[in-house]
């Protein structure tokens, strides 16, 4: 008697299909790939031996077309550069003409301004004297001595993006941070402010045109010092106050300097004389008799 041999394994043939299955699938696509990127090899050496010269000028007379613009630019640039350069020194002159002219006047301001104080002595009282000083320090036209506080706030290091490469300027000192620190300095007490020796008034202004930070629309260079008068306590009070902790922060996270130190027989410059735009002085005629009950004259 003998015996027939075991059915295979469906299991077993089943993977040896889906192997070769797996395989030959590869080899098509494989086979396929190659054969169309052949295909097109050879489409593009069959090319005509004028196409190929048509191609070979076009392609000669394009790099000289962009060698040609490049020059051009080049040139350009050169010949612009020396224009430039006058335009350049011609506005640094300007600039420093015009700050002399500041300077001077400037120092005429103060002359005309020790003039009025010593006509003022001469012809007030001294009670109303008193009361009038006490009012040119509290608006800041008069200048002031006393015990402060003086903060330092200076740009960190400059960075440029990786991505664009442009400046990073998350790390300058921007006006609202003057100002921010000019409001909580009055908060904490504050009698008297001056920012780079710029004394503020009830009307000063703290903004920025540009890049630039203007205090009464007098530009500012930093590193910026806030220079302020007041009770002993305001360097502390300032010291534990948020403003102060954000700067703190961004001296760790952006390279900033900032410093608060207690400083004492700070002196404050007066701020200039605002200009009156409403106000009219009053002009008095001649001083009429008072007439008595009686209808005389007294």
């Known amino acids: 008697m003998t015996s027939s041999a075991p059915p295979p394994d469906t299991g077993e043939q089943a993977a040896q299909a889906r192997r070769r299955y797996s395989t030959d699938l590869l080899d098509s696509l494989f086979r396929e790939s190659v054969d169309a990127s052949r295909a097109a090899y050879e489409a593009s050496t069959r090319r005509s031996p004028a196409m190929r010269t048509a191609y070979q000028v076009l392609g000669a007379v394009t790099a000289l077309v962009l060698g040609f613009l490049l020059a051009v630019a080049y040139q350009k640039v050169v010949e612009e550069q020396p224009q430039r350069q006058t335009a350049r020194d011609g506005l640094i002159a300007d600039i420093h003409t015009r700050q002399d002219r500041i300077d001077a006047l400037t120092g005429r301001e103060e002359l005309l301004r020790g003039q009025v104080n010593s006509l003022q002595a001469a012809l007030l009282n001294d009670s109303t004297l008193q009361r009038l000083r006490t009012y040119e320090a509290a608006t800041g036209l008069r200048r002031v001595t006393g015990d402060g506080v003086t903060i330092k706030l200076g740009d960190g290091p400059a960075k440029a993006d990786p991505v664009t490469g442009q400046a990073d300027k998350t790390a300058r000192v921007l006006f609202v941070d003057l100002r921010n620190v000019v409001n909580e300095l009055f908060t904490d007490g504050a009698e008297a402010i001056a920012i780079n020796g710029q004394r503020l008034t009830s009307t000063s202004t703290i903004r920025s045109a540009g890049e630039a930070i203007l205090v009464d629309f007098k530009p500012l260079v930093g590193p910026y010092k806030i220079t302020a008068i ?40 007066a701020a200039a004389n605002p200009q009156l735009r409403y106000a009219k002085p009053v002009v008095s005629g001649s001083p009429s008799a008072t007439v008595s009950p009686s209808g005389g004259g007294k």
Do not use: Q
Request: charged share 30%; no cysteine.
């Open 230 to 269: 007041g009770p002993s306590s305001m360097a502390t009070k300032f010291s534990e106050s948020a403003t102060a902790d954000l700067f703190r922060k961004l001296v760790d996270s952006k390279g900033m300097s900032f410093s608060v130190k207690r400083t004492d027989d700070l002196t404050l410059p």
